[in-house]
């Protein structure tokens, strides 16, 4: 082997954070942002650990919707079509719009179910990526959901639905790509009753744009709702506020029969005890 | 060619004297009783990651609380005065566990798939549904298979915040020679310890201790202190196991599709909501 030639692949495979090689341009990457090499762990793959959100309000529609009191108007976050619609089947926008009218009751994020892929991406809530050499796992504020995504070498988990479905990654140059299947038809896109169903198949596309922002893109592939595969592409930003960290959230099951979220920093999230008067009530309650 | 190899290896030396910083090699392992062939991070800290459940079993820990055999001990004077005791409870703490233990086992909060708590989650459910690990060196994260439990430890040693009060409380971790010290406080005041209405409230504070005992197994203690439930410390300990090689999480999707509160019929006291 040419020894000039030896040094340069050993500078690209072991080289220290931030004196990497360019990244190869990745199918869909935007070219002018392919020039931004990320600090690396040390198996030389790019460092996405810490925590992140989406500032669009893609949550409340991915198609886009209009400006409401203290909230501005979002553009449709699908890049492909480029009408910004998603390509549903005919009967699939029926029920579509079916879901829209009666979403106040309907989504299935009102009973603190866990969002599914890729919606749990755009939430109004961060998330948290952890990474070592090896491993790599999502964790979601919203409803302590997590992904644990596993080396694309092992097969999926067929035959069994998850709310946050199956993941498998492999690097496509710096992009982290995620294929993930095995969601269940018990989740929505959005709060705007977008949906798909137990056929989804989700291919995320991670990659990182600089030190604090990351282009998330994601094709649903759903032939029982969707005409064709779309795309979705929004960016995330980190959370750089000292001390930033992602705090738990849980329902919990009220008297009226609904699961309400309570934050951790509400005092009605502690229950104060009075032991004597508890044991007197539950004595008199049977 | 040796050149290159050179090269290499000036790099490799780089890296290797970057990533241990001074501090961390005074404190390197070299406790005498933990073995030499742990598995080891980049900073030199035992490495916890994999997938791993609770051996000693389903309850076995409160078993040998009560003077039971088995891997659990329970340490403490009621440890040493050598009779079966139970949890150290107050003369009332005790009247509402047997009470809810007879009459009213929905109160159980696992009944309604809220997360367990700790140190309930690496002793029960883990036995059955394991936990995955992963580690750097600045968190150490646990993702439980049961209800999609996670917990997240910041290695820092941190402080723990004002006005928080969660069903996991919040978790501080630091490094003690090989083990791994989480501080655990914080707590709402909603968890049990068992479906024996054991339970503990928010004054509950937690130190658990992870002890890598050899590549495949923990020693995992917890010291549970909650002065308005227990008139004492106690403590429990636990063998963790590493699962096969070849196992994976299985995500439990538990309120999503959870219907176990069905299964408490009313004369069991399913009428009344216990958490609010």
């Known amino acids: 082997m040419n020894k000039r030639f030896f040094i340069i692949l050993t500078a690209i495979f072991i080289a220290p954070a931030g004196v990497g090689p360019k990244s190869a341009p990745a199918a869909r990457s935007d070219p002018k942002t392919v020039s931004y090499s990320p600090p690396r762990l040390a198996d030389g793959r790019p460092d996405f650990r810490g925590i992140w959100q989406a500032r669009e309000t893609a949550y409340i529609n991915i198609e886009g919707h209009r400006a409401e009191a203290g909230l501005r108007a979002s553009p449709s976050i699908v890049v492909d079509p480029a009408d910004g619609r998603i390509p549903y089947l005919p009967g699939a926008l029926k029920q579509r719009d079916k879901n829209y009218e009666r979403r106040a009751t309907a989504d299935p994020a009102i009973n603190c179910f866990q969002a599914g892929v890729p919606r749990a991406t755009f939430l109004p809530t961060p998330f948290q990526i952890f990474q070592s050499v090896g491993h790599l796992a999502i964790v979601y504020t919203d409803n302590h959901s997590y992904r644990i995504v596993l080396d694309s070498s092992i097969p999926h988990d067929d035959g069994i639905d998850f709310f946050m479905g199956d993941s498998r990654g492999h690097w496509e140059g710096d992009t982290l790509v995620v294929d993930v299947t095995d969601l269940g038809d018990q989740t929505w896109l959005d709060a705007a009753g977008n949906y798909h169903s137990d056929q989804l198949h989700v291919v995320e596309r991670y990659t990182l744009l600089g030190p604090d922002t990351m282009k998330y893109e994601a094709t649903l592939a759903d032939a029982m709702v969707y005409a064709r595969p779309w795309t979705l592409r929004l960016l995330l930003y980190r959370d750089k506020k000292p001390g930033a960290q992602i ?10 029969g609904v699961w309400h979220h309570v934050s951790p920093f509400d005092p009605k999230a502690l229950l104060h005890h009075d032991y004597q008067a508890e044991l007197n009530r539950e004595k008199n309650s049977q | ?51 791993w459940h609770n051996e000693s079993g389903y309850r076995a820990a409160m078993k040998n609380l009560r003077g039971g055999g088995g891997l659990a001990v329970a340490l403490g004077d009621f440890h040493s005065a050598g009779v079966p005791l139970p949890f150290p409870y107050w003369p009332i703490t005790k009247q509402i566990q047997e009470y809810r233990d007879l009459h009213d086992p929905y109160h159980d909060p696992e009944a309604h798939c809220h997360i367990p708590g700790v140190p309930r989650e690496t002793e029960q459910p883990s036995s059955l549904f394991p936990f995955q690990i992963i580690q750097d060196e600045k968190y150490l994260v646990i993702l439980y298979e049961y209800a999609h439990d996670l917990r997240i430890i910041p290695l820092d040693d941190s402080a723990h915040p004002k006005g928080y009060w969660a069903w996991d409380g919040d978790s501080r971790g630091h490094w003690e020679r090989d083990t791994l010290v989480v501080d655990v406080a914080n707590f709402n005041g909603r968890t049990w310890l068992d479906m024996e209405a054991n339970f503990v409230d928010e004054n509950e504070h937690v130190v658990e201790r992870y002890t890598m005992t050899g590549a495949d197994t923990i020693a995992y203690s917890a010291t549970v202190d909650d002065p308005t439930v227990f008139t004492k410390t106690w403590t429990m300990e636990l063998e963790l196991k590493r699962n096969p090689a070849k196992e994976q999480i299985v995500y439990y999707d538990c309120h999503e599709g959870e219907r176990d509160v069905e299964h408490y019929p009313k004369s069991e006291g399913n009428a009344a909501n216990p958490h609010e």
């Not at chain 1, 705090?247 to 009226?256: F, L, P, R, S, Y």
């Not at chain 2, 070299?30 to 490495?47: E, F, I």
Request: hydrophobic fraction near 40%.
């Open chain 1, 247 to 256: 705090v738990e959230d849980e329902c919990i099951d009220q008297a009226d």
């Open chain 2, 1 to 51: 060619m040796t050149g290159a190899i050179l090269w290499m290896a000036a790099l490799f030396a780089l890296r290797a004297s970057t990533a241990q910083s001074p501090e961390k090699s005074a404190t390197a392992p070299s406790a005498q009783s933990t073995p030499t062939n742990l598995p080891r991070l980049a900073d030199g800290h035992p490495n916890l990651q994999g997938l």
